[in-house]
């Protein structure tokens, strides 16, 4: 199947964040009877979350003891969570596999989700993404590999064997290679079926759509996601726990990572417990 790339975990940026506007802010709190209103948030998301929800009660001045962290605390605490849907952030999500996108789109509420067409772009060279159960087999196959390559260049050498775990592998690597196979193959004949379709984007469209049915749910896909606090803490809960596909739930703590540094008064509540030698998501507070 020539050179293919295997991915072996997810690569998960940050792009978007909010901003505050300060002066229509300003503006807001003079007419409430707040000037000079303060929070010591320090991310955008935080301090609108904060200002929501003194908007329900007109509590500018009741400041909660222990800050922004507090105030956010007892938001999750009592279960207040629609303001945490103000606060917005902006991933791009690549080295994922199509079947993770197609358990990611289960999450209706509270999630905005571009993803990489397969009928625009062609699929020929792309990527697969290694499930993680597979990831000690592919490493010692690499090994394998490598010593074999070695072998053809000097036949004096010992020929190198296969371990269980790579032969499984092999078992993998083929159902991926066939699929692939067949891909390019449908693609090479139906380009020359529909070659009547004058307009070029409609044909590949056409031949695309149809050779995609033969891609694996491996096939690498790259994701434009949108979440609010609340529903990202939904998925956090829901995907980050042992029940959880292995593959959504390492995307969940790789995005849990990101999100306690980046605003860590909404998701300082969560902590890892090993449940059976998995890495679970925790938090006293679910569901807000
Ligand atoms: C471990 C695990 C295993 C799973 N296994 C399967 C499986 O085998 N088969 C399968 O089909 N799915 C499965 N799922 C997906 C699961 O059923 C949900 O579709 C997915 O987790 C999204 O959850 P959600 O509906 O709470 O989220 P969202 O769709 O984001 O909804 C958020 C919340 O909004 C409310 N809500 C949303 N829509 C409605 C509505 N129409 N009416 C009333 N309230 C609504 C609910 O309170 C809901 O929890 C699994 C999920 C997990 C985490």
Not at 220 to 242: D, I, P, V
Request: proline share 3%.
């Amino acid at each position: 199947m020539g050179e293919v790339r295997f991915i072996r975990e997810p690569t998960v940026r940050l792009v978007g964040r909010q901003t505050v506007n300060v002066g229509a802010l300003e503006d807001f709190l003079a007419e409430s009877g707040a000037p000079g209103w303060h929070t010591d948030a320090r991310t955008a998301a935080e301090e609108l979350i904060e200002v929501a929800g003194r908007c329900c009660y007109e509590s500018w001045k009741n400041p909660r003891p222990g800050g922004n962290k507090a105030y956010i605390g007892h938001i999750l605490e009592v279960g207040h969570g629609s303001v945490c849907e103000h606060a917005v952030w902006n991933f791009i999500v690549t080295g994922v596999s199509r079947s993770l996108s197609h358990e990611l789109v289960r999450h209706r509420v509270g999630l905005g989700i571009s993803q990489l067409s397969q009928r625009y772009v062609d699929e020929s060279d792309v990527a697969f993404v290694v499930p993680p159960a597979l990831l000690d087999h592919h490493a010692e196959w690499e090994a394998w590999a490598a010593r074999y390559r070695e072998w053809e260049g000097d036949k004096k050498l010992p020929y190198p064997g296969k371990s269980a775990k790579a032969d499984l592998y092999e078992t993998w690597l083929t159902g991926i290679g066939s699929g692939l196979n067949a891909y390019r193959l449908l693609v090479d004949f139906l380009m020359g079926e529909h070659a009547h379709i004058e307009d070029k984007t409609t044909r590949r469209k056409v031949v695309r759509e149809t050779a995609r049915s033969v891609l694996p749910n491996a096939t690498e896909t790259k994701l434009f996601l949108t979440f609010n606090a609340r529903s990202l803490r939904h998925f956090l809960e829901l995907r980050g726990s042992t029940g959880a596909d292995a593959e959504i739930r390492r995307l969940a703590l790789a995005i849990l990572k990101i999100m306690q540094v980046e605003a860590p008064n909404i998701f300082a509540d969560y902590r890892l417990e090993q449940v059976g030698g998995v890495e679970q998501i925790v938090t006293e507070h679910r569901k807000v």
